[in-house]
């Protein structure tokens, strides 16, 4: 064994893992992040909407001045294609400066690498973990370059790929993929943000910069198929599904693809070992909730580590406190999405007439919107 055991271990400097790593050392706690990627490495294309809640969390941890490619959402226009319906919440109705945030993952990736090269937390890059152990006084991990390191807590923040992710407790799969790209629009976005539910999956159109952020969710094949259109029939392809409220698409960047689908592993924290983030539970992207409700995990489990006595941390009270103190934030996020993801997807009647009244009920009453706006800004606790 070769790491003291006061050090807390987190596998993956991800947005969720680094967040973590950099609120454990902004108290003093001591901790060293493994990570599979090489230093250089870029962040892959998606684009993040982050609720005002996790500005608030990235502005202690001083990451948010560090962001320069940040375009505020100022409103929110929800739909479905083809029925009656819709809801529109804006950030001065809700006392807001800005109902979310809309950056690439790659600047968020970069600022928080910085962030821990600044505060000293020791990364070590092109390093995979291969195993990890639980056990009661101390958990262990072995690397692919064969060393095994202890730790009274391991927290694992590999997104779901290590090859120790245990069977997921709840799992579905959509069968659909997201097809994701910027492209620019004949009128200005006005930081409008658009999210359209239609019976093949639901279609976003963020503001960022001068143009949006597109996440087209379609079947797999559907998917595929579109990514590979040329620019000006994939244009002509989304105006005919998302409508012409933007006036014509002008111009698309390069496709990429992203099946999803729902794995959640019941957030389970043992043997001095926790998966949080996307390790924990990957959700549908419809209401960007996924790295919204990972950031909140790291925060937590941060502040508990901390407040806690240094001999206290990764026990099993500790980990049962943070399980609890979770469970309702992230089965919220689970539900939501999963429900969203499903009740939205399909074209019958029956179901369309009640997701219109859904939207017009919630339309309707100012404190039920803002009921559904603070939660999903902040997460369950509103
Ligand atoms: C198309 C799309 C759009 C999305 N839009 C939004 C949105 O608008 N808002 C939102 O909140 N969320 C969104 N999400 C979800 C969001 O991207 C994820 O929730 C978030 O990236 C999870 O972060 P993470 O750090 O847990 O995992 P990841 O980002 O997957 O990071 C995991 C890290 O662990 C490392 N790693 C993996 N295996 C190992 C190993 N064995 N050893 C060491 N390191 C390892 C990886 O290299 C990586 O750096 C979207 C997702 C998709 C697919």
């Not at 492209?183 to 143009?211: C, D, I, K, M, W």
Request: with cysteine; charged share 20%; hydrophobic share 50%.
């Amino acid at each position: 064994m070769d790491a003291g055991l006061s050090e807390i271990l987190v596998v993956g400097a991800g947005p969720v893992g680094a967040v973590c790593a950099l609120a454990l050392a902004q108290q003093d706690v001591a901790v060293r992040v493994l990570e599979a990627q090489p230093a250089d490495a870029r962040g892959d294309a998606r684009t993040l909407a982050l609720a005002h809640g996790a500005r608030l969390i990235l502005d202690r941890l001083g990451v948010w001045d560090r962001l320069t490619d940040v375009t505020p959402i100022a409103h929110i226009h929800i739909s479905q294609r083809g029925a009656l319906g819709v809801v529109r919440l804006s950030a001065d109705e809700l006392g807001v400066p800005a109902l979310g945030y809309v950056l690439p993952y790659a600047q968020l990736a970069e600022a928080l690498k910085d962030a821990l090269r600044e505060a000293g937390v020791a990364v070590e890059y092109a390093v995979a973990v291969d195993r990890i152990g639980a056990g009661a006084d101390a958990a262990t991990l072995a690397t692919r370059d064969g060393r095994t390191l202890a730790a009274p807590l391991v927290v694992v923040a590999d997104g779901g790929r290590g090859e120790g992710t245990p069977p997921p407790w709840f799992e579905a799969d959509y069968k659909q993929t997201a097809v994701v790209c910027d492209v620019l629009s004949e009128q200005p976005h006005a930081n409008r943000a658009y999210e359209r539910f239609t019976p093949t999956g639901p279609v976003a159109l963020l503001p960022r910069g001068e143009r949006y952020a597109l996440v087209w969710t379609a079947p797999h094949a559907d998917a595929e198929r579109i990514a590979a259109l040329p620019d000006a029939d994939f244009l002509a392809a989304l105006y005919e599904h998302f409508g012409g409220r933007r006036g014509r698409f002008l111009e698309a960047g390069v496709r990429r693809t992203f099946p999803l689908r729902l794995t959640y592993t019941g957030s389970t924290a043992a043997g001095r070992v926790v998966r949080i983030g996307n390790a924990a539970q990957t959700l549908h992207p419809v209401a960007g909730q996924g790295f919204n409700l990972g950031l909140r995990d790291a925060w937590e489990l941060a502040a508990l580590c901390a407040d806690g006595a240094p001999g206290a941390r990764g026990d099993a009270a500790m980990l049962a406190a943070y399980v609890r103190g979770r469970r309702v934030d992230v089965l919220g996020g689970v539900g939501v999405t999963d429900f969203l993801a499903r009740v939205f997807a399909n074209d019958l009647a029956v179901l369309r007439h009640a997701r219109g009244l859904g939207l017009m009920a919630l339309e309707a009453l100012p404190p039920l919107k803002t009921f559904v706006a603070r939660r999903m800004m902040f997460g369950a606790r509103g």
